[in-house]
Nanobody, 119 residues
Framework: QVQLVESGGGLVQPGGTLRLSCAAS????????MAWYRQAPGKQRELVAG???????KYADSVKGRFTISRDNAKNTVYLQMNSLKPEDTAVYYC?????????????WGQGTQVTVSS
């Protein structure tokens, strides 16, 4: 059974940093792109960043230069380093295995991790 377990969210002030982690089942992590998504209240889920098995990355325009996606293939874990956080980054963040650096998801969603940016 495929599992995705996100962690690392919390409450942070504008300009602050957070590092999200997502532990995935080896069966789906090792051979697929991985990606982070987010869903703000009243909005559709959107792609934030994706990373290929070889380390190629892509980012939503809204987070370019502030967020960095990375993966540790030995730990079956994908990370999202978030710097210079803004109130508009507030959302529940999810990870998933994907095709096309995040264009098409492959697994059921996990519980997500809440990120709240507020003073």
């Amino acid at each position: 059974q495929v599992q995705l377990v996100e962690s690392g969210g919390g409450l942070v002030q504008p300009g602050g940093t957070l590092r999200l982690s997502c532990a995935a089942s080896r069966s789906i992590f090792s051979r697929n792109d991985m990606a982070w998504y987010r869903q703000a209240p009243g909005k559709q889920r959107e792609l934030v960043a994706g990373i290929s098995t070889g380390g190629s990355t892509k980012y939503a325009d809204s987070v370019k230069g502030r967020f960095t996606i990375s993966r540790d293939n030995a730990k079956n874990t994908v990370y999202l380093q978030m710097n210079s956080l803004k109130p508009e980054d507030t959302a529940v963040y999810y990870c998933n295995a994907a095709l096309g650096l995040g264009s098409l998801t492959l697994a059921s969603w996990g519980q997500g991790t809440q990120v709240t940016v507020s003073s």
